[in-house]
């Protein structure tokens, strides 16, 4: 079955307690994202990678780091998570070479920095 | 640079009536468009979407939606919604190239159908 996978799915951690989320996606996607969603804000995108080792700033990166070493994982890391950083975070993929078409979504992570 | 604005936060509707979500968009250059549904607690699933052709676009669960250039409006449509069709609805727009993966989504609009 086609499918992108975060873990964990809910988490509370503490300031400044380093977390990784993982994600992967098994539909050898080139593109893969993160975004987060916040009430009234829809979703914003963090960061996206366009293939392996390639990455790039979305609207939101600040407090954030992802790497893409291998094309079915892109972990999110939160290296000092802050208060601010309670979210709903989301793990997308697409293939651009389908013409450019859906991006495919995790099941979202809920954290909880306090 | 582009933008994605959903009119209305929240609409409550009776089940069986119809409804329409808007969602009108900003963008320079030619856009795909799409309509995400996000159920309680679940991750966000495609609806339907406006790649080029027709601009009346079917999607799953009887949804629709027009895509209308000269007001840059991307609005869903319902003719009879259930109680089913609760949940939290994204607009979102992707600049019309191969490059980039960056989707917009808009604020999201709470559709709340009653008995």
């Known amino acids: 079955e086609a499918q992108v996978t975060q873990n964990p799915r809910y988490l509370i951690t503490v300031t400044g307690k380093k977390l990784t989320v993982t994600c992967s996606q098994n539909?050898?996607?080139?593109?893969m994202s993160w975004y987060r969603q916040d009430p009234g804000l829809g979703l914003r995108q963090i960061y996206y990678s366009m293939n392996v080792e390639v990455t790039d700033k979305g609207d939101v990166p600040e407090g954030y780091k992802v790497s893409r070493k291998e094309k079915r994982n892109f972990p999110l890391i939160l290296e000092s998570p802050s208060p601010n950083q309670t979210s709903l975070y989301f793990c997308?993929?697409?293939?651009?070479?389908?013409?450019?078409?859906?991006?495919?979504f995790g099941q979202g992570t809920r954290l909880t920095v306090v | 640079a582009q933008s994605v604005t959903q009119l209305d936060s929240q609409v409550p509707v009776f089940e069986e009536a119809p409804v329409e979500l808007r969602c009108n968009y900003s963008s320079s250059v030619s856009v795909y468009l799409f309509w995400y549904v996000q159920y309680p607690n679940q991750g966000l699933q495609l609806l339907l979407k406006?790649?080029?052709?027709?601009?009346l676009v079917k999607g799953i669960n009887g949804f629709e939606a027009e895509f209308n250039k000269s007001q840059t409006s991307f609005h869903l449509r319902k003719p009879s919604v259930h109680i089913s069709d609760t949940a939290e609805y994204f607009c979102a727009v992707r600049r019309g190239e191969t490059s980039g993966s960056r989707l917009t989504f808009g604020e999201g609009t709470q559709l709340t159908v009653n008995p």
């Open positions: 539909m050898n996607h080139e593109y």
């Open positions: 406006y790649l080029s052709g027709s601009t």
């Open positions: 997308a993929s697409s293939s651009p070479s389908r013409g450019n078409t859906e991006a495919f």
